[in-house]
């Protein structure tokens, strides 16, 4: 089966996927990621993968794919021409699940979100807002009766000011600066403020592809909280949504289900997830709006050079010694 590199945009088929999108990985680009897309056969039939190249010290490189379609008998001729490009392992976060008799597999954590929270939008205003949950209409309402305002400004400093605030109040690293001044200069991304006061309180930085529109960052600030000024903001950016005319709201990353039996689920709104999960208070808030869960399969490491894996691994592993010990990291 043929494989070549495509460098030509009008080469590109449209992936419903944004992660295998072009402007996506053009966008990775000027953050400083080595995107490669190759096609797999020819015509109509063919199919086209987008991902990320890595090349370390020591001969080590790896390849990170996004949420590609890809089937088993062509996952096989793409890990051989990886294997001649010498690519020391592959990480493969795939729609389908597939495996490979040829290479070892390990399981790997998800880079990507493994559960998502969509809302279909086709439906009117009023027939979105009835299907809420009742305490998330309430929140809505509450924070336009107590004089919350939100325009559609893209402003960075305005952002990063409240990133920073919900990073260090959630305990959670950041991407750079520079990487959101960057996600805002594309065109199809949009940034909702809420203010009290004139002072802002909560923002969201959304991104469009094809008839999705998805919830990408939010942030908020340690004041006036009781004023659920995230509630309006995701309400208007649905309505924005549907001024764009998307079909799905995506809210991204959501609590998993839960188990059957396993005792420790919370529930609300018609759906139920794993009470212990990180992610319990986003899942109530995101669930509140009404919709449905995507799960997306676990993520892979496939090894295509055992020796060059074993070291990139033990590498990883005095780095995180050396990180619990108090030792800075280049």
């Not at 966008?27 to 063919?46: H, M, P, W, Y």
């Not at 309180?201 to 004023?227: D, M, P, Q, T, W």
């Not at 799905?248 to 794993?274: L, R, T, V």
């Not at 090894?303 to 108090?326: D, E, M, N, V, W």
């Amino acid at each position: 089966m043929n494989i070549r590199e495509i460098t030509n945009k009008n080469e590109w088929k449209d992936s419903p996927e944004f992660l295998q999108s072009w402007e996506y990985g053009e966008f990775l680009k000027t953050v400083g990621r080595n995107i490669k897309r190759i096609q797999i056969g020819e015509g109509d039939s063919a199919t086209q993968i987008q991902y990320i190249l890595t090349t370390l010290p020591l001969g080590i490189s790896y390849v990170y794919i996004p949420w590609a379609d890809i089937s088993k008998s062509e996952l096989e001729h793409v890990l051989h021409y990886f294997k001649t490009q010498k690519i020391s392992f592959v990480r493969a976060e795939l729609l389908k699940k597939t495996n490979t008799q040829k290479y070892k597999i390990k399981p790997f954590e998800n880079i990507q979100v493994r559960n998502t929270w969509r809302l279909d939008i086709k439906k009117t205003k009023d027939e979105l807002l009835t299907a809420m949950h009742s305490k998330t209409r309430y929140n809505i309402r509450l924070a336009d009766r107590k004089g919350v305002t939100v325009d559609n400004k893209k402003d960075l400093d305005l952002f990063w000011d409240l990133n920073m605030t919900t990073t260090e109040r959630n305990r959670y690293q950041s991407h750079p600066k520079s990487y959101c001044k960057k996600l805002l200069e594309l065109p199809n991304t949009y940034q909702i403020n809420a203010y009290f006061e004139e002072k802002p309180v909560a923002c969201v930085i959304l991104f469009k592809h094809r008839n999705n529109l998805y919830y990408f960052i939010g942030a908020s600030a340690n004041e006036y909280r009781n004023l659920m000024a995230p509630y309006l903001l995701q309400w208007k950016a649905i309505q924005l949504g549907k001024e764009l005319g998307c079909e799905i709201y995506d809210f991204w990353g959501m609590a998993p289900p839960s188990k059957q039996g396993s005792g420790k689920e919370s529930c609300y709104h018609n759906y139920c997830w794993e009470a212990d999960h990180n992610l319990t208070g986003v899942a109530r808030f995101k669930a509140g709006f009404n919709g449905e869960l995507k799960s997306y399969p676990d993520a892979q490491e496939i090894i295509l050079h055992s020796p060059k894996y074993t070291l990139f691994k033990l590498i990883q592993k005095l780095r995180k010694g050396r990180a619990k010990a108090g030792h800075p990291l280049s």
